[in-house]
């Protein structure tokens, strides 16, 4: 039994929600003065599961719990709470009968919550409920705060993830959501809600997680869980739903001396609020280096990490997945509860790569970490231009850009990551970016030493690169000067992906069908991000790689490769027609010359064809599934590519556009 020395915490919202009771209900008897009761609440009191947390403190915004005791509180002071209760085993059917229907309660039905039902929830947590307003709606009248100024801001800052990331319902991809309040000048449709959620709840406690999930499950809503918004697919968006925002969970703790059965060494502890910005300055300030993304303002303990989560140290150390010790969770049931290693095994198993969004709400993670380490960071790129009086011709291009595959391998047997695009610049003519090159571990000179070979290729077809080196004898230094922020918020392309298996660099015919699939997008408009991976990297990792859900193609793929198809004409009839291209035709093209093989679910394609075997992998897919049956028989979670989404559909949809703001119906 843990003891936790903080003095005993109440929930603020209890006071609140005695004066509603008082000032809503004329005949409410005397529950006495807020003080008095409060102090009655004792949250210190933690469920057993809650308290078995291994050798890890609870952070204080997880000390603040909704058990059965307070619940019972709760009702002794007057508070009905027959929406907050936990789930039983019986609930899942029980639900199913009471509604009848196949689709979660939709804002305008006769269930949807009243808004009294809102303003208790508001209360018991706080006053921690918003109401949404679309992130856009300046610049639109209806929602009552038209303001062209503002409207300019909003429309400045659009590709600005800092901008998505601060508002409770904003994604980053408006495709999913429907784009239905981008942010105009000119605007000629009204501003509606789309797939943005009705309501958000900015959580700062335990607590309010498990009385939303709780609201969600008894009043057979929808739940999604956002974090930052990053996701590529919607899967952070959702019509007629409570948001469960994460975002402000922001606890960062070193854990000097942490012991798993397996492990016992450094590691930190981080909020689900917590991106990759964060945890590096974290890292460089208390000495230590951690697995997290390339992108600065991707959560790091969201989905990024469920996903698997590929890093610049990937090629050296393995996944972000692959470096979690313990998992503190809120389940669909509304407990909380901790994953690891010695509790709740198979939920650690699955939540270490199987999806966000799908097992419950986690609400920190802790990871193994590694000594500071240096690093060297670098950028350059190359185009053809035949038309310029010594300029590089395009066979020359695409020469010195097929030399490059020729390294792969060693590539990422030496530890390197690289992020690179291809993509035309004019008719026929052709930009390759790195940017950046990663080299964990070495100097500029041995990183040099490591790119020689390719660029003195690259010398032969005519092409000179200058490249910038970012040394550092830090990672995050050398990160931060290497990655530039990403510009998001577009809604005029849509991505797709795959991971390449090793095995097609095995033999020349091979390689050279790999890169004349990976061409032809390129050729046919679109562009081409690449990430040279290994995850591990073969032959560098000491000790084997951890049994977790992971998919399996991560294990084999020396390639994570994204095509980007450009949607030029807005119109959702053209759209999905590019859609189709872009699933069917260029990534058809992918799947042909890698059977077998799979996707990276988190940037992925959201119409891929199947996405059991390629996002999840066959070997775990019934695994997976089983597990979400056992852990969530409500259906309380749901995002779309999700493990379970099979068994729902989204209405009022367009083939090939698969947005969020329809209802969410049972198959
Ligand atoms: C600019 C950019 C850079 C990127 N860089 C990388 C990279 O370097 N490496 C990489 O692997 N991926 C990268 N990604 C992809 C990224 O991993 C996914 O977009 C991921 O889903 C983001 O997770 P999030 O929590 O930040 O975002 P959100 O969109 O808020 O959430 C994503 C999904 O996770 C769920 N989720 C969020 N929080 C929780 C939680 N606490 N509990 C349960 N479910 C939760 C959400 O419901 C949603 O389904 C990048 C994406 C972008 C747009
Ligand atoms: C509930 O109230 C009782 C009596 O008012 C008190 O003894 C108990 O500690 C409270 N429990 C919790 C979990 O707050
Ligand atoms: C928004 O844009 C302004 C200038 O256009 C900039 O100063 C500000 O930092 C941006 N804010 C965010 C959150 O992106
Ligand atoms: C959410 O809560 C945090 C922490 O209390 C607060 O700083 C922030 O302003 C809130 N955000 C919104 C949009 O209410
Ligand atoms: C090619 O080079 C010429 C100058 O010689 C320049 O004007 C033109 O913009 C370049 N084209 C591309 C596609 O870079
Ligand atoms: C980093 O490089 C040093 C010296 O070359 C080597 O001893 C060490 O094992 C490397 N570290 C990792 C994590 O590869
Ligand atoms: C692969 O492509 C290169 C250049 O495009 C060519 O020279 C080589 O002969 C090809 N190899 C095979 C086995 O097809």
Redesign the pocket.
Known sequence: MMFYPSPPKVLGAVVLAQTFFLSTAASAQDVGNGAGNTAAIDLTTLSPAAAAVDNAQLFPSERLQLTDAVLANLTSLGVDTSLFAFGTPSDAIALDKRTGGKCKVFPGDKAWPSKPVWKLLDLLSGGQLIATIPSASSCYKGWGDEDEAECE?VT??WT?S??HM?DPTSVMWPLWQGRTCLPSATPTEPCTLGGYPSYALNITTISQIQLAVNFARLTNIRLVIKNTGHDFNGRSAGAGALAVWTHHLKDIKLLESYKTPSYKGRAVKIGAGVQAFELYEAGKKLGFTAVGGEGKTVGIAGGYVAGGGHSPLSSIYGLAADHVLAFEIVLADGRFVTASETSNTELFWALRGGGGATYGVVTSVVFKVYPVMKATAVQFSFASNSTAPGGVSVDAFWAGARAYFDYFIPHTEAGAYSYFSIVGTAPGEYLFNMLPFFAPNMTQAETAGLLAPWLDDLKGFGIEVDPVYFPADNFHDAWDAGFPLEAVGGSAAKTGGRLFPRKNWEDEATLNATFDAIKYPVEEGGMFLGFNIAAPGLGRRGSALPDNAVNPAWRETVLHAIAVIFLLDPSPEAIAVQSERLTMDWLGRWRDVSPGAGAYASEADVTEPDVQQSFYGDSKYPRLYALKKKMDPYGLFYAPTAVGSEDWYVTDQIEWLPTQNGRLCRV
């Open positions: 801001y400045d800052n600005n800092f901008f601060e």
